[in-house]
């Protein structure tokens, strides 16, 4: 049974800093990447970053771009989004989701879901 489940998420201030954590299991090696979205209340689920099973590649939203960093442990299954230079419209309910094209930051490209983790950057 596929399972991605997300932890890391809390509480802080704007500059400040989080890791997120999406630890997988039950895959096939099937899907071509690991991605982070993110969903803020009243707002449409954004693509955040992903990276491909293949290659590492990665990838960025505009809004994230020199501040987020995605990696991955191949040895924990476990894909991480480490966040800098937070800010208050950062705050969502951050997912990782494996999908069929890692290039496109889109949830319509993504198969399996995790539960969602709560980020929030306030002072």
């Known amino acids: 049974q596929v399972q991605l489940v997300e932890s890391g998420g809390g509480l802080v201030q704007p500059g400040g800093s989080l890791r997120l954590s999406c630890a997988a299991s039950?895959?096939?090696?099937?899907?071509?990447?690991i991605g982070w979205f993110r969903q803020a209340p009243g707002k449409e689920r954004e693509g955040v970053s992903s990276?491909?099973?293949?290659?590492?590649?990665?990838y960025y939203a505009d809004s994230v771009k020199g501040r987020f960093t995605i990696s991955r442990d191949n040895h924990k299954n476990t894909v991480y989004l480490q966040m800098g230079s937070l800010k208050p419209e950062d705050t969502a309910v951050y997912y990782c989701?494996?999908?069929?094209?890692?290039?496109?930051?889109?949830?319509?490209?993504?198969?399996?879901w995790g539960q969602g983790t709560q980020v929030t950057v306030s002072s």
């Open positions: 039950g895959f096939t090696l099937d899907y071509d990447a």
């Open positions: 990276i491909r099973n293949s290659d590492g590649s990665t």
């Open positions: 989701a494996a999908g069929r094209a890692g290039w496109i930051l889109e949830a319509d490209y993504y198969d399996y």
